[in-house]
Nanobody, 121 residues
């Protein structure tokens, strides 16, 4: 199972970006999906999560600006980021709780490689 993230880039404050993350491999079911970020010199922090029912949870710092969504038929999670601020600059990582299809099915958390978002003032 692999997660591939895309959509990062550079944008001015107030701008928007949309991140995507697609899971591939022997996937039986995807439970929670989410995004974390690690800003320069800081620890990794939760940005948003979404469960298989579509219920979302957000960090206070991104509420009302970011929207997480998913397309289960594409094994993909999105993060729409609006009204970006310089403090949103970070490497963004996607994660997914996946039940892997195998001789003995196993459930694990998988992580994408990270995509850099840079917001200039």
């Amino acid at each position: 199972v692999q997660l591939q993230a895309s959509g990062g880039g550079s944008v001015q404050a107030g701008g928007s970006l949309r991140l995507s993350c697609t899971a591939s491999g022997s996937i039986f079911k995807i439970h929670d999906m989410g995004w974390y970020r690690r800003a320069p010199g800081k620890q990794r922090e939760l940005v948003a999560t979404i469960n298989s029912d579509g219920s979302a949870n957000y960090a206070d710092s991104v509420k009302d600006r970011f929207t997480i969504s998913r397309e289960d038929d594409k094994n993909t999670v999105y993060l729409q980021m609006n009204s970006l601020k310089p403090e949103d600059t970070a490497v963004y990582f996607c994660t997914a709780d996946i039940l892997k299809w195998d001789k003995i099915p196993s459930r694990n958390d998988y992580w994408g490689q990270g995509t850099l978002v840079t917001v200039s003032s």
